[in-house]
Nanobody, 124 residues
Framework: QVQLVESGGGLVQAGGSLRLSCAASGVTFSSYVMGWFRQAPGKEREFVAA????????YYANSLKGRFTMSRDNARNTVHLQMNSLKPEDTAVYYC?????????????????WGQGTQVTVSS
């Protein structure tokens, strides 16, 4: 089981940036596809981005392409989500997740381990 701890959330004005981090422990980190998801109040949890085991492949929700960038550092067992040009509609709790899939997956059900989430609030 992967233990995941997110950090880096906070309050930012529209147009600003935040960098989320997720630290993993307890496993061989490079064996896992990693994903970011988010859940806004009253809405279902949705896919944000995912990165392959080596970090060479990434995939983003269509609405977020060009603003969000996901990366990983397998030597430090961490993944990051750089979020630029933030909008009020980006306000949500952001979750880091790990999947044992062989390649990038976007379905929530493919991810077996989840962090506790970090709140991102974007003010207008």
């Amino acid at each position: 089981q992967v233990q995941l701890v997110e950090s880096g959330g906070g309050l930012v004005q529209a147009g600003g940036s935040l960098r989320l981090s997720c630290a993993a422990s307890g496993v061989t980190f490079s064996s896992y596809v990693m994903g970011w998801f988010r859940q806004a109040p009253g809405k279902e949890r949705e896919f944000v981005a995912a990165i392959g085991r080596s970090g060479s492949d990434t995939y983003y929700a269509n609405s977020l392409k060009g603003r969000f960038t996901m990366s990983r550092d397998n030597a430090r067992n961490t993944v990051h989500l750089q979020m630029n040009s933030l909008k009020p509609e980006d306000t949500a709790v952001y979750y880091c997740a790990a999947s044992g899939a062989a390649s990038i997956v976007t379905s929530l059900n493919a991810y077996r381990s989840w962090g506790q989430g970090t709140q991102v609030t974007v003010s207008s």
